[in-house]
């Protein structure tokens, strides 16, 4: 079993990336968690979208 971390500023970038490597990956998807967390940096309100994704290779 093997576990990939994708960490993106956007969720369009997120969706991406995750796609691209599911696309990439041979093997059976286990399962994939999503989060959401945000912050505030001066007056600007920062967002980190993320997923991991659990698979067998």
């Given at each position: 079993?093997?576990?990939?971390?994708?960490?993106?500023?956007?969720?369009?970038?997120?969706?991406k990336?995750?796609?691209?490597?599911?696309?990439?990956?041979?093997?059976?998807?286990?399962?994939?968690?999503?989060?959401?967390?945000t912050?505030?940096?001066?007056?600007e309100?920062?967002?980190?979208?993320?997923?991991?994704?659990?698979?067998?290779?």
């Amino acid at each position: 079993m093997k576990v990939k971390v994708i960490d993106e500023a956007h969720e369009k970038d997120l969706e991406k990336s995750v796609n691209d490597f599911l696309d990439e990956i041979e093997g059976d998807v286990i399962d994939i968690k999503f989060q959401v967390s945000t912050s505030v940096f001066s007056e600007e309100q920062i967002y980190c979208f993320s997923a991991m994704i659990i698979y067998h290779k």
